[in-house]
């Protein structure tokens, strides 16, 4: 293996698109390759060699209306691009397959699913620091509308009402918009690095998951993998 770093901040998707686009076929045919295996649903149009693309899914398209407009256009655009244009897709889902094979007329030939699993790990750490003494259920959160995460606290606190004596965790970056009132019982923990994330989902009753939209909804597997029921949504993927 030899690493080839490419000068530029992926966190800056403008900038990244551009590399990806004008530089990195330069690069790729500098580099003689045989195959170039692009990651996150966007590859070269004119790469030089044979290109396979992984697109997990098609979130542009399912909350296209709750994602920026610039997003939603250039990402829609270049995935669209990219899936039509590349020798081989790969997604994470047969949900994801039927997806891209529907919205971006891909030939079901040209997909292939490769599942994803859960990666076995020992929790660490002591759950009560973050979940407190009470019982508690644990869900992850993010800013994405397809996480669900309104709803999810409306209905623990209608659960609480009916007399649910379990506290709420919510592990993740929690988004600087927030999700309105917050109902008592719930608790943040923020980032947490893996082996302390699982030790607080290993301590859990239950993980929930709501979502409207996954690709593929690993958190459920990791959950399952520590003996941990799960409360999901049948939407998607799920």
């Known amino acids: 293996f030899r690493r ?46 044979p290109s396979v693309v992984t697109i997990p899914d098609l979130n542009t398209v399912a909350f296209g209306r709750q994602i920026s407009r610039s997003k939603r256009i250039v990402l829609g655009a270049f995935t669209k691009w990219s899936a039509r244009r590349a020798d081989h897709v790969l997604t994470i889902s047969s949900f994801s397959k039927d997806h891209i094979c529907e919205v971006l ?5 040209n997909v292939t699913v490769t599942l994803l699993a859960a990666n076995p790990r020992e929790p660490a750490g002591d759950p009560a620091c973050v979940s407190g003494e009470r019982p508690y259920f644990v869900a992850f959160i993010s800013g994405g509308p397809n996480k ?74 990791e959950a399952m993998a520590l003996g941990v029921p799960v409360l999901a949504s049948d939407r998607a993927s799920l």
Not at 105 to 109: H, L, Q
Not at 201 to 218: H, N, Q
């Open 4 to 49: 080839v770093v490419c000068p530029v901040v992926a966190m800056h998707r403008e900038r990244r698109y551009a590399f990806e686009q004008f530089r990195l076929p330069a690069w790729a045919r500098a580099e003689e390759l045989n195959v170039l295996h692009s990651l996150g649903y966007v590859a070269p149009l004119l790469a030089p060699c």
């Open 148 to 221: 669900n995460i309104p709803f999810l606290l409306e209905a623990f606190e209608k659960a609480r009402a009916l007399g649910l004596e379990h506290d709420l965790v919510l592990v993740g970056h929690r988004p600087a918009s927030g999700f309105g009132r917050v109902p008592a019982g719930v608790r943040f923990t923020g980032w947490l690095p893996d082996d302390r994330r699982d030790a607080v989902v290993a301590g859990a009753d239950a993980l929930v998951f709501p979502s409207l939209y996954e690709g593929f909804g690993l958190p459920v597997l």
């Open 105 to 109: 007329g891909v030939p079901r030939e």
